[in-house]
């Protein structure tokens, strides 16, 4: 998320109410967590196994929880709970804003574009043009979507990362602020779910369709002209590059790449990143042929089996 206007070092910290290190009128122009930062970014880190990746990202700022070296060409907000400070900072500058009506006056919608009785349409949303929004679709503050989408009925763009911190034997929620971006020629089957990033984008890009009852998780990337069939499950902080197809009830870890040209088979599970242009089965998901040479070789076991009992 990008803050409008940018604030300083010294605002921030004295938001925060913590101590600093660097020039006090330091620019700090968004919030990101590790994996989604860019230059100017402020992000956190509150445990010292993950000190040296943050300080050495493309975060401008690193809000810590320990008097450390700055690195030069960074600052660094001191922080008795960064994952706290955090939040207080998404609540800030993104708050919860409640809706007045179906349709938000703040939503721009496309010439063309038709929305079906009953769909919803959160603040700051931008639809394109010509597109077609079913009944009780249901589009969340700050989402983008593309020229020529359809989204069929019930499903939901922009619902809240799945992120939690366990602490003192609680969970603390991560709040999101981050989007749902649709690209043009989408189309969402009926009773989808498409998570919006924690601080980044959810993805979808142009010409990618996706079957019903699928499940997206947050600061997911899919790629071009994909297809994702119905029941797929894909975790968040997934990469999926163009023309990949994942066929019905497919499951994808988080923090993995599949790669462009790929063809997933029904049912499979996907635990590690996987080359493009090959297609894959299994659970865990592997070549299809090498599988299949598996499920060949266990056909046959009953029968070594009972022959070694036979031979004793």
Request: glycine fraction near 10%.
């Amino acid at each position: 998320m990008k803050f409008e206007p940018t604030l300083s070092l010294a605002e921030t910290a004295g938001f925060l109410n913590a101590d600093f290190e660097g020039d006090p009128g330091w620019v700090i122009s968004g919030i990101n967590e590790i994996h989604m930062v860019e230059p100017g970014d402020i992000t956190f880190v509150d445990h010292p196994k993950y000190y040296k990746k943050a300080l050495k990202s493309k975060a401008s700022t690193v809000l810590i929880n320990s008097r450390v070296e700055k690195p030069q060409g960074k600052a660094l907000i001191i922080s008795d709970d960064p994952f706290r400070d955090y939040i207080k900072l998404v609540e800030k500058h993104r708050p919860f804003e409640a809706a007045d009506r179906q349709i938000s006056k703040s939503a721009l919608i496309g010439e063309g574009t038709l929305i079906q009785p009953g769909a919803f349409i959160g603040n700051h949303v931008k639809i394109g043009k010509h597109c077609l929004i079913h009944s009780n679709v249901s589009i969340y503050d700050h989402c983008i979507v593309g020229d020529h989408a359809v989204v069929h009925s019930n499903s939901v763009l922009g619902a809240d990362a799945y992120y939690f911190q366990k602490k003192d034997g609680k969970y603390r929620k991560m709040k999101s602020c981050g989007r749902v971006v649709l690209g043009n020629d989408v189309e969402i089957g009926a009773l989808c779910s498409i998570d919006r990033g924690v601080s980044g984008d959810t993805v979808i890009d142009d010409g990618t369709k996706m079957d019903n009852h699928c499940q997206i998780g947050h600061d997911t990337y899919i790629g071009k002209n994909c297809l994702i069939g119905s029941h797929a499950a894909i975790a968040g902080v997934t990469r999926i590059e163009d023309e990949v197809i994942l066929w019905g009830r497919v499951a994808v870890n988080k923090d993995l790449v599949i790669g462009k040209g790929a063809v997933i088979l029904a049912t499979s599970a996907i635990g590690k990143s996987l080359e493009g242009n090959k297609t894959y089965f299994g659970q865990p998901a592997i070549e299809v042929r090498k599988k299949w040479r598996e499920l060949a070789a266990l056909r046959k076991l009953p029968d070594v089996i009972e022959k070694l009992e036979f031979d004793k």
